[in-house]
């Protein structure tokens, strides 16, 4: 059994706004070494202003509220689109709530909604996940 | 244009030994704090067999295969305009610190929008432990700016 209702919110997650020692750990830990991430003359040379931050990283902040909230064993399906880009800086707030619960191969889930966004409000990730009830 | 003819095309598979300090240099990375991410005492006191890798560590799987992104050779892309478009991961099993897990990715699709300025390239992977059992399923969408 479990206490997962249709409406519940996720308990939101902030993080410490977004480093260059933040991508430089992160581009190191994943094995993503793009360096548009973490080489600002290449970043200029690409047309950017300067390094931004891995869409996964953004992703992990996400995958974090999702198992801070239930355990990683009940975590069925998680995806999200990239909406837009997470700058230095940038302070990320991760959020969601369950908007159904469905039936899939026989198993009760929840299905949630999901986001990260920026402290202006513009949505960085927008996406959703399968937890098992 | 990208070349469509490379829809289907299936990347020699691979596979990655998952090492506990790398996990835990990982969750350091993405600021997670919960013990079983990095500790195996917390891991195995919590149910697990090893440290846990968390949601989204097939991503890097994939990172670590004998070619960084080799899509980018494929088809011929400039890396400094290549963006994620989307992720989406299925859990089957789970991976563990100490596992084998083995690749295989293909590329599912690629169309473009906007008359050809921006163009999508669809990949979807599977892993599979030591064990022949399958663990995850991810799917990738990359953006390219023409």
């Known amino acids: ?133 | 244009m990208l070349d469509r003819s490379k829809i289907g095309h299936q990347f020699p598979s691979f596979t990655v030994d998952i090492e506990r300090g790398r996990l835990r240099f990982f969750a350091k990375a993405i600021g997670e704090m919960n013990p079983i991410y990095s500790d195996e005492a917390a891991a195995k006191a919590a149910g697990h067999r090893a440290i846990p890798a968390p949601p989204t560590y097939m991503f890097s799987v994939d990172l670590d295969g004998p070619e960084l992104l080799p899509i980018l050779g494929l088809l011929d892309l400039d890396i400094g305009r290549v963006l994620h478009g989307s992720q989406e991961f299925d859990y089957l099993g789970q991976i563990y610190a100490g596992d084998s897990i083995t690749q295989q990715c293909k590329i599912v699709d690629i169309y473009d929008k906007k008359g050809g300025a921006l163009e999508f390239v669809v990949q979807e992977s599977s892993y599979t432990n030591q064990d022949g059992e399958l663990v995850g399923r991810a799917r990738q969408t990359l953006v390219y700016r023409n």
């Open chain 1, 1 to 133: 059994m479990s206490d997962i209702n249709v409406g519940d919110k996720i308990p939101a997650l902030e993080l410490p706004s977004i480093t260059r020692t933040t991508l430089a750990l992160y581009a190191g830990a994943s094995g993503d070494h793009n360096p548009a991430h973490i080489d600002i003359d290449f970043a200029k040379m690409a047309g950017m202003p300067d390094v931004f931050a891995h869409g996964m990283l953004s992703m992990a902040y996400l995958g974090r509220m999702l198992t801070n909230w239930q355990p990683q064993a009940k975590l069925r399906r998680f995806s999200n689109r990239f909406a837009a880009i997470t700058h230095l800086q940038d302070v990320i707030t991760c959020q969601g709530r369950v908007v159904e619960l469905i039936e899939q191969d026989g198993e009760p889930l929840a299905r949630c909604e999901i986001q990260a966004a920026k402290a202006t409000g513009e949505q960085t990730l927008i996406g959703e996940a399968l937890v098992a009830l």
